[in-house]
């Protein structure tokens, strides 16, 4: 686990969760694929905290490689779990999972996302709307960013000049460049999306697929969207 900022850090194996860690407890931002509660158990353990100091789950959609160790870290810590309304039942397992956007240009791989395994589905107790999100240990606001899935959102925490958690709503080149991401495709309500993020003040960007953007992360949002006008 490594230290994005102070109280920010990001567990990785495959996929990027992300703990943050307060006077309050600590807030887990995505869960990764499953059996990945270990590597966050692992993280945690390293600075000075365990899944029983959870105090929410915040999940940023509803696919697997972000949901598959929700079962596990909620039956550990006992928190309650936040998503947004568009993703809601497909974390509950009331409906499939939608396939990533890239698939609309290549059909014939969708079925294969039908043969992933299923996660344990697990009830959603917080359903989320944009703005502040009341009952948080931290002030984290909740920014809706449609376009990989239904009810994509990101999630702003108050600290070092804001630390914006985006999932898979973009990823960003080695040059500091914030793009779509290969997964992703241009439409109106994707590119929608990328302007409400452009919008907000953030210094540093969080990725579920990239390593975090650490310095004027609003910035290289806004000179991207730039370029769809």
């Known amino acids: 686990m490594r230290e994005v900022t102070s109280g920010v ?3 990785t194996k495959g996929v990027n969760s992300f703990v943050i860690d307060g006077d309050e407890g600590v807030v887990l ?3 990764g694929i499953p ?8 993280g945690l353990a390293g600075i000075g905290r365990s899944l029983a100091d959870v105090v929410a789950i915040l999940i940023t959609h509803a696919h697997l490689d972000h949901v598959g160790g929700l079962a596990a870290a909620q039956a550990a810590s006992g928190a309650p779990v936040y998503a947004s309304r568009g993703d809601t039942l497909a974390v509950e397992g009331a409906v499939p999972m939608s396939p990533p956007p890239f698939t609309d240009r290549v059909p014939f791989i969708k079925p294969v996302f039908g043969l992933l395994p299923r996660v344990t589905s697990v009830s959603v107790d917080h359903q989320l709307d944009a703005g502040l999100i009341a009952g948080l240990p931290e002030d984290i606001t909740v920014i809706e960013t449609p376009g990989h899935t239904v009810g994509h959102v990101s999630y702003l925490l108050d600290r070092s000049g804001g630390v914006a958690f985006v999932g898979d709503a973009a990823v960003h080149t080695r040059g500091g460049q914030v793009k779509r991401g290969w997964m992703n495709r241009s439409t109106p309500e994707f590119d929608a999306s990328l302007r409400r993020l452009a919008s907000v003040n953030f210094a540093i960007a969080c990725f579920g697929h990239a390593e ?3 310095a004027d992360a609003s910035g ?3 000179r991207f969207v730039g370029t769809l006008d």
């Open 220 to 222: 290289a949002f806004q």
């Open 35 to 42: 059996r990945f509660h270990g590597a966050i158990e692992a």
């Open 9 to 11: 850090h990001q567990v």
């Open 29 to 31: 931002v995505d869960t």
């Open 212 to 214: 975090p953007l650490m």
